[in-house]
């Protein structure tokens, strides 16, 4: 890369390059029997007619071949609370086993598998790979379809048994109401000490 400034160190600036929003994304492709995910952080529209996605990534990741191959990519976003995927799919699992092997997934228009754990998902087709020089490489690809995933319903327990209730101290108000007037009533119907004194 051809410049005539030295980039700054991470250590200088990392403290308010940190103050530009970012999340975790799963980034997942396919191409024929081979399947693949990779949790990327850098991502951001680029256009919006038509819409277009970039992703940076890490090189060097078994998935860029899937997706150089399919020119096809899907961007699952993942809910703040899920803590499984990022695991699942961290850069420095074994990746040589197929993780949707074992986990509930669709399949996203062209070819690309999405946990159902996941809020929702954009399907993409690539349109450019540039390989920058840095550590990262760069992917754009134009948005073909985006869906969110409907979440499997929680079935109620079985009779019997205690249920959760949304609100646990309102629940806890509700259960020691009638108790407690129960109590005041017994206490009514008691004789008063002065009466027995007499």
Not at 22 to 45: D, W
Not at 77 to 83: A, F, G, K, Q
Not at 100 to 122: E, N
């Amino acid at each position: 890369m051809q410049t005539d400034r030295s980039a700054a160190k991470r250590e200088s600036v990392e403290h308010v390059l940190e103050l530009i929003p970012s999340s975790l994304f799963l980034l997942t492709s396919a191409y024929g029997e081979m399947r693949g995910g990779i949790i990327v952080r850098c991502v951001q529209q680029v256009a919006m007619q038509p819409s277009m996605l970039l992703i940076a990534m890490e090189k060097g990741q078994p998935i860029s071949p899937i997706i150089r191959d399919s020119r096809n990519f899907a961007l699952c976003i993942l809910t703040v609370d899920d803590r499984a995927t990022p695991k699942m799919f961290a850069s420095d699992r074994n990746q040589s086993v197929d993780a949707f092997l074992t986990i509930p997934h669709l399949v996203a228009p062209g070819g690309c598998p999405v946990p159902l754990r996941a809020r929702g998902y954009v399907a993409c087709e690539l349109v450019r790979h540039l390989d920058i020089e840095s550590d990262y490489e760069v992917y754009i690809g134009m948005v073909h379809a985006a869906a969110l995933v409907e979440q499997p319903k929680v079935k109620s327990p079985c009779p019997g048994h205690a249920r959760a209730h949304p609100n646990g101290r309102g629940r806890a108000q509700n259960v020691a109401a009638p108790m407690q007037k129960a109590a005041s009533a017994s206490r009514a119907s008691e004789p008063s000490k002065a009466r027995r004194s007499s």
